[in-house]
Structure formats: C-alpha cells, structure tokens
T-cell receptor, first 112, second 112 residues
Framework: QQQVKQSPQSLIVQKGGISIINCAYE??????FPWYQQFPGKGPALLIA?????SEKKEGRFTISFNKSAKQFSLHIMDSQPGDSATYFC???????????FGQGTELSVKP | NAGVTQTPKFQVLKTGQSMTLQCAQD?????MSWYRQDPGMGLRLIHY???????DQGEVPNGYNVSRSTTEDFPLRLLSAAPSQTSVYFC???????????FGAGTRLSVL
C-alpha cells in the first residue's frame, strides 16, 4: 500500500524553466511533509518542508504548495538549473522525528 | 564532520550467505532507521529504533534483523541473503525533537 504517491517518475526541463513535481497522500494524520533531494551516489538530503497549517512555503527558488482538502502537495523549482538535476522524493510523517513514508521519486534532468 | 557513516559501500553476496551492514552516527541522535531504495519504489523503511535497546519493524522487515546496543550504532543483518534483497540500503538518523533525517551515503548490495 503506497500511502504517498508521486508523479511524474521522470521530468526533463530546459534551463530557466519551472520544474513541478506532485504528491498525493492518504493518511490525514500526517502532519509534516518534507522534500528530499538525492544526487547520484549520495544519500537523500532534506531540501524543504511544510506543515499542513500553511498553504505555501518558499525557500529561494524552491516552493512547496500544499492543498489540505485535496490531500496534495507539490514542489516547484523556479529558474531550474543543470545543478538541480537529481532525484526528488516527497515524504510524509505524523510522529515528530519518527518514521518517514516516501513517494516513489522523480528523476529531474535540467538541460542546458 | 562524519555524520552518518555506512560500511561497506559495495557488497556482492551469494544466495544464502549472511552479512551485516554497518551504520554509525556521531550526532547523538536518538532515532535511527534503515531504508532500501529500489527503482520506482522510492525508499521503504525496513527497521527503526528510537533509542538504545528499542527497535521496531517498518514496511518491509522480512529477511532483516537489527539491534541497537548503543546510541551510535545500528547494524542491519541479513541472515540468509536472497536475490530479492539486491538493493541500495540507506541508514538515517534524527533527533527525536526534530523532523530532519540525516542519511548516510548508502551500501549497494547485489545478491547473486
């Protein structure tokens, strides 16, 4: 049972474009939604995160949009750069510091 | 700045062999966990621990054992390796008071 569903599986964007990755969740008890970024040969690293009491969070070129009623959240990467090429995972949890449920991952390629 | 250290980085096993994947963290984090990463499946939680002497099962625990005798170490044991356990394994740690998980660089395991 996949509690967090992520799409698309892969994404190709031109340099300077906007990358959008979507996630949907089922468990309404989830109260923390992070995004992790993973470069080849490395472990995932926290990129940005949001709680369901806000609809949007922005950090630099990265923005999370959150729709609690639809149980969906998305990552937007503005002015995408080749250095953003990586695999992105959305995740959800309902225990502070506890276990994360990950989406399937999106492999992003930003073409120069 | 060691963070989370995983050894070995690569391993090839024959079906039926046993081995232990090592994980150590030097951040005094209470929470530690093991994930496996497979294409199109994201990261799936195998086992986790909220402190020394306390472990629990995640989503895919079958075929794996863990123990937590110290805060620093959280080894993952494969008692009888199977080809289905071919994967990349990640260890992560987190302070219980925060939702940030820190990942190691991973162990790539092939079971022939």
């Amino acid at each position: 049972q996949q509690q967090v569903k992520q799409s698309p599986q892969s994404l190709i964007v031109q340099k300077g474009g906007i990358s959008i990755i979507n996630c949907a969740y089922e468990n309404t008890a989830f109260d923390y939604f992070p995004w992790y970024q993973q470069f080849p040969g490395k472990g995932p690293a926290l990129l940005i995160a949001i709680r369901p009491d806000v609809s949007e969070k922005k950090e630099g070129r990265f923005t999370i949009s959150f729709n609690k009623s639809a149980k969906q959240f998305s990552l937007h990467i503005m002015d995408s750069q080749p250095g953003d090429s990586a695999t992105y995972f959305c995740a959800a949890t309902y225990n502070q510091g506890g276990k994360l449920i990950f989406g399937q991952g999106t492999e992003l390629s930003v073409k120069p | 700045n060691a963070g989370v250290t995983q050894t070995p980085k690569f391993q090839v096993l024959k079906t039926g062999q046993s081995m232990t994947l090592q994980c150590a963290q030097d951040m005094n984090h209470e929470y530690m966990s093991w994930y496996r990463q497979d294409p199109g499946m994201g990261l799936r939680l195998i086992h986790y621990s909220v402190g020394a002497g306390i472990t629990d099962q995640g989503e895919v625990p079958n075929g794996y054992n863990v123990s937590r005798s110290t805060t620093e170490d959280f080894p993952l044991r494969l008692l009888s390796a199977a080809p289905s356990q071919t994967s990349v394994y990640f260890c992560a740690s987190s302070p219980l008071a925060k939702n940030i998980q820190y990942f190691g660089a991973g162990t790539r395991l092939s079971v022939l």
